[in-house]
């Protein structure tokens, strides 16, 4: 941890006051293990990925209407569900009739992989992903699938898997977080809590971005010159390293401690990375900055911001939903308008960062992940809604060491249940962690007395979703 090292705003500080080169902040020695962002437990195996992005598609969509097409539903629209399978309890009990998909699917690429119309721009990259039919969550409920998807645990309070990834491996970069939640406008039920560190120390937590203009609140500088802003740091630093003479070591004021240093760094950092004034005017439509709805151009420009994160070395990016008006891709009425509201703000930026990855060479070292907390019911709610469905979903992931242009997994005949190689959430985290070169297992932190995991005491390697090296 942090102590008295020439490292940090401190040594920055005085470097800046006593003009000394050998000590300016492009001086720091990257390799330090003091240093934030640095890993400070390292790999157990080569890795296939080195940085995750995670498409949080909040809501949770509809596997039947987006990359699991049921025939089923067809043939026997509007009849009772109960003539074909027993119905269980859902979140509003209100069940209705079997209900088709609105949208038609479409073969794509050499792999033949079924989109739904919802996603053409999406479908155009099917040879690039691995689709996971038979996720399956332990809770029907919003707030509690937030916090088992981001956490691993349905209780508010546990470390979130980007804390897990940051706490393992860091950052690459030392003037940016090693864990950024790039907000488009919608946190999810469950909140902050979905992003924190929990347990762990604080400074492993996400740290939320806009995707556009100041992008992070409270890290301008007040003062009225940097070397007043220095001195006033310097002072802070030796407080602090008081503070820990005296007291002894703390991990809320080595967080703190921490923190500060990487503010420091970040007031450089984030004006540049905010700007796109490098980015070709060919690349930015490509991602859909210049669209005309409104929901497609912010999600457009987390994508994009997403990309030049990995870019610069950051270790686990997560991208929220922008707002359509609707409720998310929680469509319990109006499935058809709320779902091509939710799938045209994300399908073509979504589709540019897979091909702008793969073109830039970083594809086979971006882990990509889409994913809702749980799906949504074959039946409708009322006439023309979906319920919760937490028993047969569907994910996918994209780069990153994963088996391209695949299918794992199956749901029923009508898309009701997993019923083939059923994946739970703590399966996902633990190939995540692995394609990162991380052994899930081996991965803890010590508190309340147990060897804590973000897998629990759960969880495997889905090997058939990797690649072979």
């Known amino acids: 941890m942090l102590r008295r090292t020439a490292s940090g705003f401190g040594a920055v500080a005085l470097a800046a006051l006593t003009a000394d080169p050998a000590f300016t902040s492009e001086a720091v020695d990257t390799n330090s293990p003091t240093l934030l962002g640095n890993a400070l437990h390292g790999l157990h195996h080569p890795p296939r990925a080195k940085n995750i992005i995670f498409l949080y598609m909040d809501g949770g969509p509809s ?21 074909f399978f027993a119905v269980e309890p859902t979140q509003f009990n209100n069940t209705g009739k079997v209900l088709d998909s609105p949208w038609k699917f479409t073969n794509y690429g050499e792999s033949g992989l079924p989109v739904s119309g919802l996603f053409p721009h999406v479908g155009t990259c099917a040879d690039e992903l691995a689709v996971v039919r038979s996720m399956v969550s332990e809770f029907p409920e919003h707030t509690f699938a937030n916090y088992f998807l981001h956490t691993g645990s349905g209780l508010q309070g546990r470390p979130s898997m980007g804390a897990w990834v940051n706490y393992g491996l860091g950052s690459e970069s030392q003037n940016l977080p090693g864990f950024i939640v790039i907000n488009g406008g919608l946190i999810p039920p469950g909140g902050l809590d979905c992003f924190g560190s929990g347990f762990l120390p604080a400074s492993y937590q996400g740290s939320v971005f806009k995707p556009s203009g100041s992008a992070v609140a409270n890290i301008q500088r007040t003062e009225k010159s940097a070397e007043a802003q220095l001195r006033k740091l310097a002072l802070v630093r030796g407080l602090d390293d008081m503070s820990v003479e005296h007291f ?34 060919s690349i930015q439509s490509m991602y859909g900055i210049d669209a005309k709805y409104g929901p497609t151009k912010i999600y457009a420009a987390q994508c994009l911001l997403a990309r030049r994160l990995v870019e610069r070395g950051v270790r686990f990016i997560e991208l929220t939903c922008p707002s359509v008006g609707a409720d998310r891709w ?21 589709a540019a960062l897979l091909k702008d990855l793969r073109q830039r060479g970083m594809l086979d070292e971006t882990l990509v992940v889409w994913a809702g907390e749980f799906g949504r019911t074959p039946f409708a709610q009322g006439s023309n809604g979906r319920d919760h469905n937490p028993q047969g979903f569907t994910i996918w992931m994209a780069g990153g060491g994963v088996r391209a242009g695949t299918v794992y997994g199956a749901t029923d005949e009508f898309g009701y249940k997993a019923i083939e190689n059923r994946m739970e959430v703590h399966d996902l985290h633990a190939t995540m962690l692995h394609l990162l070169g991380v052994d899930h297992t081996r991965s803890t932190f010590r508190f309340g007395g147990r060897d804590m995991r973000l897998t629990d005491v759960k969880g495997h390697v889905v090997e058939d979703l990797i690649a072979s090296s």
């Open 63 to 83: 596997q039947v209407d987006t990359f699991d097409p049921k025939p089923m539903l067809t043939k026997f629209n509007g009849r009772e569900p109960s003539e």
């Open 330 to 350: 929680d469509q319990h009425s109006k499935l058809k308008e709320g779902h091509e509201n939710n799938a045209r703000a994300v399908d073509q930026p979504i």
């Open 248 to 281: 002894g070591k703390h991990d809320s004021l080595e967080s703190a401690i921490q923190n500060y240093e990487l503010a420091y760094q970040m007031q450089m950092a984030v004006p540049e990375l905010m700007s796109l004034a490098d980015e070709p005017a």
